[in-house]
């Protein structure tokens, strides 16, 4: 789970935040603030690794690292 993946933060055209985590296919979420994005984001990694793993299917590693850290 400490693996660099980048993650892309979007302002919604609704407000706040979106993000997705670009090497892990559908694992977005969304928030009003940034400090709930930055939670929120983190949190749906996780639940996409784990569930990821249940389904014994394989985990990409990322494919570049993260110009910045993120949590």
């Known amino acids: ?21 670009t090497d892990l296919p559908g694992c977005i979420t969304c928030a009003e603030t940034w400090d709930e994005l930055l939670f929120m984001i983190e949190d749906a990694k996780r639940c996409w690794l784990e569930n990821t793993l249940a389904d014994g299917m394989p985990i990409p590693e990322p494919a570049e690292p993260p110009t910045e850290k993120i949590a």
């Open 1 to 21: 789970m400490s693996l660099p993946y980048k993650v892309e933060i979007f302002p919604s055209p609704e407000g706040g935040y979106a993000a997705r985590v």
